[in-house]
């Protein structure tokens, strides 16, 4: 079955028909920049483009990159507060909307490195934000914002995101040495098992993870940045007709 996927990012809105019992992308991704400021209204215009340039009619699901309970928007770090106490759910036609790092984390435990893991595993997200998805033996712990952990006095994401190594020129092994220090103390809170890095920056992980040094295995998403749009699909076929955000629970 195909569903259309969409992914909310901080500077990209990318959606495609994903085949989700092949967790592949049936169609090239379309790609439209975030607009700036990141408002409801404007943003929703661009997902209901996206609909659009595939024509699609059928069941929709949309990331978001903030915490988001039964579809209402409740943070909004990297996208204009006006988004807070915003039912997404609605504003997209009654779209499936979660968390983006959630999404992605769903895409990579069913199709990626966390195909089969049991135990503690954690996704990481490296782009503009740091988003976190948790899974105990294969379930979702929705909503974890592990990125706003402190880390020398800051939010581990104004350290070590994506955005932050390309904003302030950091080498590869400058950024990864920030990475590490996160991973250290993520670690520490909560002995993973494994922890699958992805976003953007997981397209360029031989660059940077090898200066990673921590006790737990840490691999790259096998989904890269395509995770978002498998997932946000995934979690819409789950919600069934109606489209309502669902979890995992139970299923
Ligand atoms: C948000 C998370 C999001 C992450 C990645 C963080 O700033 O709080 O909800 O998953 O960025 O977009």
Do not use: C
Not at 31 to 53: F, K, L, N, S
Not at 95 to 122: K, S
Not at 200 to 209: H, T
């Amino acid at each position: 079955m195909d569903v259309l996927g969409i992914d909310i990012g901080g500077s990209g809105i990318k959606g495609a028909p994903v085949d989700i019992t092949a967790g592949k992308l049936v169609e090239d991704r379309v790609r439209i920049p975030t607009p700036q400021p990141a408002r409801p209204g404007p943003v929703a215009a661009v997902v209901r483009q996206v609909v659009e340039r595939f024509s699609w009619s059928g069941p929709v699901g949309v990331t978001f990159p903030g915490v988001v309970r039964d579809g209402v928007v409740m943070t909004a770090a990297n996208v204009h507060h006006s988004w807070i106490g915003v039912d997404a759910a609605e504003l997209f036609d009654g779209a499936a909307v979660l968390n983006d790092a959630d999404a992605a984390g769903i895409a990579e435990m069913t199709f990626g490195e966390g195909r089969n893991r049991r135990g503690t595993v954690l996704m990481l997200t490296f782009g503009t934000g740091i988003g976190s998805a948790l899974f105990a033996d294969g379930v979702l712990v929705p909503n974890t914002e592990f990125g706003h952990l402190e880390i020398r006095g800051k939010e581990a994401e104004h350290r070590a995101s994506d955005r932050v190594r390309e904003e302030n020129g950091l080498s590869w092994d400058k950024w990864a040495g920030r990475v590490e220090e996160y991973l250290r103390h993520v670690e520490m809170l909560l002995s993973p098992s494994l922890i699958v890095v992805g976003g953007g920056a997981s397209r360029k992980a031989d660059k940077w993870l090898p200066y990673v040094h921590i006790d737990t295995p840490v691999v790259p998403a096998a989904l890269q940045n395509e995770a978002g749009i498998i997932g946000a699909a995934q979690m819409a076929f789950l919600a069934g007709p109606d489209r309502g955000i669902v979890s995992l629970h139970g299923r």
